[in-house]
């Protein structure tokens, strides 16, 4: 018996030991997998760093006017010819764009110093003054730009919130104002979208003839004023506007777009670039501002950061009646000329191009034919 329980010992010893052989085979398998499935995911990120980088670099010739030494608005494909307006103010989106591109080398610092900086007063308080007193103008190059105390962008936003929310109080509505979907629809029944402000912040005329508030902009405002959004935003989502993906995308609270007998209409949908805004100014907020310190980190940006750092001007002439200044926003120049793209010279009727001044005849068609008259003499 003694020796049937030795035998038996020594076999459970045997197939234990066997069975840890075979767990530390399988665990070196495991990890030599690993291993093999980490390089390849660290061959995958530098790719993908590589391709971010190459993304990053953009020609800006065909949109940057050297005259002005602004960026138009955009380029129209299809007429193959810039727009007639620039982004022209730094109270606006496009700040961010312009640091980039001046960081990078592709436009000069000049262009920086060539976006305007009207002022106006609110609440005793300077603030730069947008095109259309949004809050996206003002608030959303902080998601990943730092900003700096006691400069004059870092006042205009405190400012531009400050009044955002004193509107909000005079309107009897929740704050927060932006460019977002409203309570229109299309044949297809898509909301409509557009831009929306506080007159006093806004060049643009006809800023109070709507009211539409967007959750996204008490977002954005948690970088600048976190108690004041936070509590907004429990009052938007009080109202009614709290859905499975979040807060809804707007509330209008515009009367000529209210059903009888109501006052408020939420525009129900989730739209992907403002929940994305929102999520950043929650990271900014709960985080520790991880996106700017990545953005400071960088060398390029490192070397232009006193760009952001402008004090606020001492003395300077500050315009009160806003509106009037609308037509600022556009260059002068007289109606442009329509632009006709005749892409194919193969058409089974001819395209065909006239230009007259009522005396002298030009015909030309896409397959490079064409005559032209004087009165009644063929030149």
């Known amino acids: 018996d003694t020796t049937s329980l030795s035998i038996r010992e020594r076999r459970g010893d045997n197939e234990a030991t066997m ?77 961010l764009c312009n640091f980039i591109a001046i960081a990078q080398g592709e436009l000069p610092q000049e262009s920086w110093f060539a976006l305007g900086r009207l002022l106006t007063i609110t ?74 402000g506080v007159p006093d912040l806004g060049l643009k005329r006809g800023l109070g003839e709507d009211l539409v508030v967007a959750p996204y902009a008490s977002a954005l405002a948690l970088m600048v004023t976190p108690e004041a959004a936070c509590l907004n935003l429990q009052r938007l989502a009080a109202d009614g506007l709290a859905g499975r993906l979040g807060l809804f995308e707007a509330i209008d609270y515009t009367p000529s777009r209210q059903r009888r007998g109501e006052s408020s209409a939420v525009v129900r949908s989730f739209m992907a670039h403002h929940q994305g805004m929102s999520l950043l100014a929650f990271a900014y907020l709960l985080l520790g501002r991880p996106m700017q310190k990545r953005f400071e980190s960088d060398p390029l940006f490192q070397a232009t950061l006193l760009l952001l750092q402008e004090r606020i001007p001492r003395a300077t002439a500050f315009h009160a009646n806003t509106p009037d200044l609308s037509e600022l926003r556009v260059a002068a120049s007289g109606p442009e000329m329509p632009v006709r793209v005749l892409a194919s010279p193969d058409t089974a009727i001819p395209e065909v191009q006239l230009l007259s001044n009522g005396r002298y005849h030009v015909m030309v068609t896409n397959a490079g034919g064409g005559s032209s008259r004087w009165k009644d003499l063929a030149v």
């Open 19 to 95: 069975q840890r052989q075979d767990a530390l085979a399988r665990i070196r398998e495991l990890v030599a997998q690993g291993a093999s499935r980490a390089q390849a995911r660290m061959v995958a990120l530098d790719q993908l760093a590589l391709q971010a980088s190459a993304l990053a670099t953009m020609d800006y010739d065909f949109l940057f006017d050297k005259v002005r030494r602004q960026l138009v608005i955009g380029y129209n494909v299809g007429e193959h010819r810039c727009d007639s307006s620039y982004y022209d103010l730094l109270a606006s989106e496009a700040r």
């Open 123 to 196: 609440g005793g308080e300077p603030v730069l003054l947008s095109w259309g007193g949004s809050m996206f103008e003002y608030l959303m190059p902080l998601l990943v730009m730092p900003t700096y105390e006691n400069t004059l962008l870092d006042q205009t936003c405190v400012a531009a919130v400050e009044r955002q929310i004193e509107y909000g109080r005079e309107r009897g509505v929740p704050w927060g104002i932006s460019e977002c979907g409203y309570n229109t629809v299309d044949v297809h029944l898509n909301y409509q979208y557009r831009a929306f």
